[in-house]
């Protein structure tokens, strides 16, 4: 049973403690003005990451089945921060992706000798793209991943797919299938098929997408399943102006940021998963590009002021950095930047800017269009 007590307790402690943080730089939300500003710290933030290749925190251990997981988390934050990756680093992150590739179907595993797996299949694939090297890319079996795809087809969910044999099947596992399809040129109607009209039943009275039928609107399981419907075309299947409600409902009147769910707490992760949701909306509603559908000055301020610590990002004030969230606060933090088409700042002091995030595939935009059109001529 939910504690409401405690969610409401906890609630009231985040907001003033964001409420506290704005008023030391006299920042306004609403009016977007402040008297003192922050900046970005692109030197901490690189730093944090850069660590991370050969000196993991020990709470990390758990994510055993996830290192390519990590390895794009760190190589996401690096390409958004434009810190230079050494050529030692990618040779090694190639090698070790190289290990995680099973030798029976091609795709990749959570780590050596683990189960062929859709997640870090699709993590490795979006990890050798941001390497931005032909040997990086020419590693990836894309025949062998795309049988590896259309044997995670669901056998008794028309539409759905699983994570691994036998494994799970919720929403994730269909974006990951989807966008890697995508990305590797395989997105044909043999891996579509029913695909779309699955997504479509998830779709839930209040607008969002849950992880499957009649399960609660979420913010993850709608940015995978709506990308994945934009992928195929397929868009209309949906109810897009419920769920563009939806998702303007997600942003937190005091602290700026997005919850994942009605009545949930702010996470800074979101700031991808309901950001990378509008520029959907947008295009398939027909919306211009110069307007934003969010406040995205607001949820700038969020993360910058609120979510930062000295190395690296979190989800809400009182918790520590880690990967996860630095990368995602900073792809969401990207996408609210130039989401108008003309890069916007809440602190126009600060070097602030971030290169430019894909909205699809949460990899900067030149590292997709590269990782496209080899495929695509290969």
């Known amino acids: ?20 943080l704005f008023a030391i730089l006299g920042l306004n939300i609403q009016t977007k003005t402040y008297k003192n500003y922050v900046i970005l710290d692109f030197e901490g933030h690189g730093y944090f990451c850069k660590q991370g290749f050969t000196k993991l925190p020990r709470a990390v251990s758990t994510l055993n089945s996830g290192q390519p997981w990590l390895l794009f988390w760190l190589l996401h934050t690096l390409e958004l921060l434009q810190e230079p990756i050494t050529q030692e680093t990618k040779l090694a992150v190639i090698e070790y992706l190289k290990a995680c590739k099973c030798p029976k179907t091609g795709a990749f595993c959570g780590g050596p ?11 490795a694939v979006s990890a050798l793209m941001i ?5 990086a890319l020419k590693i990836i079996d894309v025949e062998g991943i795309k049988n590896f795809i259309i044997s995670m087809k669901h056998e008794s969910i028309p539409g759905a797919f699983r994570m691994h044999h ?16 995508s990305i590797l040129g395989i997105l044909d109607k043999e891996v579509t098929k029913d695909t779309p009209e699955f997504i479509a ?6 607008g969002g997408l849950g992880g499957e039928p009649f399960s609660e609107a979420h913010g993850g399981f709608t940015y995978c399943g709506l990308a994945s419907l934009y992928l195929m075309g397929k868009t209309h299947l949906v109810d897009l102006e419920a769920m563009l409600e939806w998702c303007v409902s997600r942003q937190m009147e005091k602290e700026g940021g997005f919850n994942g769910r009605t009545n949930k707490l702010v996470d800074s ?7 990378g949701c509008f520029p959907v909306l947008k295009e398939t509603l027909g919306i ?3 307007y934003s559908l969010y406040d995205n000055l607001a949820l700038q301020a969020y993360i910058l002021v609120a979510c930062q610590s000295p190395m690296g990002l979190f989800d809400k004030p009182g918790s520590s950095p880690d990967y996860y969230h630095t990368a995602y606060s900073l792809g969401g933090l990207s996408l609210a930047q130039h989401c108008t088409g003309t890069p916007q700042f809440v602190f126009k002091e600060s070097a602030l800017e971030l290169e430019n995030n894909h909205f ?12 496209v059109n080899f495929f695509k001529n290969k």
């Not at 992760?269 to 950001?275: K, L, N, R």
Request: include cysteine.
């Open 131 to 135: 390497l931005d090297m032909e040997e």
């Open 166 to 181: 036998q494994g799970e099947s919720d929403m994730r596992a269909i974006y990951c299938a989807i966008s890697v399809a």
């Open 269 to 275: 992760c979101y700031s991808f998963w309901i950001g």
């Open 360 to 371: 699809l595939f949460n990899v900067t935009s030149e590292k997709v269009k590269k990782a």
């Open 1 to 20: 049973m939910t504690d409401y007590g405690k969610s409401s307790t906890e609630q009231k402690r985040i907001e003033q403690e964001v409420e506290r």
């Open 201 to 206: 039943r998830c779709q839930t009275y209040e």
């Open 113 to 123: 000798y683990q189960l062929p797996h859709l997640a870090p299949t699709y993590a």
């Open 288 to 290: 211009p590009t110069k």
